[in-house]
């Protein structure tokens, strides 16, 4: 296994309909830019209100990718 560097960076995806859509939506825009994503980690999970109801997921991730 060779050894890798990475960059990390922090993203904050959103969803009406769940935290884990908010993850998938964020690391598909991520990945149609950015080339060689390996891992993420979730930082954060908080919500939108609207009503008294929850309008949208919001969810704060570390995204690494590996460097050429």
């Known amino acids: 296994m060779s050894d890798h560097v990475y960059k990390m960076i922090e993203i904050v995806g959103s969803s009406a ?16 830019s950015l080339d060689h994503l390996d891992w993420f980690e979730v930082v954060n999970t908080r919500g939108h209100l609207e009503n008294g109801d929850v309008a ?13």
Do not use: E, P, W, Y
Request: hydrophobic content about 40%; cysteine-free; charged content about 30%.
């Open 56 to 68: 949208h997921f919001q969810v704060t991730l570390k995204i690494g990718f590996r460097l050429d």
């Open 17 to 32: 309909n769940s935290t884990d859509d908010a993850i998938r939506n964020a690391i598909r825009k991520a990945s149609s």
